[in-house]
C-alpha cells in the first residue's frame, strides 16, 4: 500500500535515457525520451507521488498517443514532465518526487504545466528540481502558466538550473491574477541568460501578480 511503501529507500526511477549513458551536460541523449511522464487534463486527484526522474529531453514535435486517443504535445517542452490542457485545467498534486538531469529545447526543463483555458495550479511539496534547462526560452527547472495561477510550492529545492530566457529557476505567468505560494523553499545557482528572474520569474498579462513567499 502507499502508506507502507518507504520511497527514500526503495527508490522508484523514471528515466527517458533508454541507454543509460547521459553526459552531465545532456550528451548521448539521441535515444532519449522526450517526456518522461505525460499528463493530459490533470486535477488535485492527479497524483505523482514518490519518484525520481531523469533523462528527459524534449528536443523535436511528437504527437502522444493515450488510451487510443491521440492528443498533441509539442515535444519540445517539458523534458521531465509534460503536464498540459486545452480546455480544462492542469493542477496535478506532486509530492515526494525528485527531477535531475532533464531538458527542453524550448520550456520547462522538469517540468511544464501548461493550461490554455483554465487555472493551473499545481500542488508540490518536497520537491528536488536540480540541474535541469531550458535551452531557448523559459523556466529551466519549473515552467507554469494558465489563465489563472495559484500553484503552491512547499520544502522545494530549486538548484542549479537554467533557461535561455525568463525564471532559470521557476516561472509563473497567467492571463488573469498569478499569485503562486511559495513555502520553505531553497532557490539558489539558477540561471537566466535573458536576465529575467534568474531564480524566480512571476508575471501576469491582464491581472495582479501577487505571490506569497514564506521562509
Not at 525520481?52 to 521531465?80: E, K, S, W
Not at 500553484?151 to 532559470?168: D, F, M, P, Q
Not at 532557490?187 to 521562509?215: E, F, R, W
Request: hydrophobic content about 30%.
Amino acid at each position: 500500500s502507499m502508506s507502507s511503501r518507504n520511497w527514500t529507500e526503495n527508490q522508484t526511477i523514471l528515466s527517458g535515457d533508454f541507454n543509460e549513458d547521459d553526459g552531465d551536460n545532456f550528451e548521448n541523449t539521441e535515444e532519449n525520451a522526450h517526456h518522461v511522464v505525460v499528463i493530459f487534463d490533470a486535477t488535485p486527484a492527479t497524483v505523482l507521488d514518490g519518484l525520481f526522474i531523469t533523462g528527459g529531453y524534449a528536443n523535436d514535435v511528437a504527437t502522444t498517443y493515450v488510451n487510443g486517443r491521440t492528443f498533441y504535445a509539442t515535444g519540445t517542452d517539458g523534458g521531465g514532465i509534460y503536464s498540459f490542457s486545452l480546455l480544462k485545467e492542469s493542477s496535478p498534486t506532486i509530492s515526494n518526487v525528485s527531477f535531475y538531469g532533464n531538458y527542453a529545447k524550448l520550456a520547462g526543463g522538469a517540468m511544464f504545466n501548461y493550461s490554455e483555458a483554465d487555472n493551473a495550479s499545481p500542488n508540490m511539496s518536497n520537491i528536488s528540481i536540480i540541474h535541469n534547462k531550458a535551452e531557448d526560452r523559459h523556466g529551466g527547472g519549473f515552467f507554469n502558466r494558465g489563465r489563472t495561477v495559484k500553484a503552491e510550492l512547499t520544502n522545494v529545492n530549486v538548484v542549479g538550473n537554467e533557461s535561455a530566457l525568463s525564471g532559470g529557476g521557476l516561472y509563473f505567468v497567467a492571463i488573469e491574477e498569478c499569485s503562486p505560494q511559495i513555502i520553505n523553499t531553497v532557490v539558489n545557482g539558477n540561471y537566466s541568460q535573458g536576465g529575467n528572474g534568474g531564480g524566480i520569474y512571476i508575471s501576469t498579462y491582464d491581472g495582479d501578480a501577487k505571490p506569497t513567499i514564506l521562509n
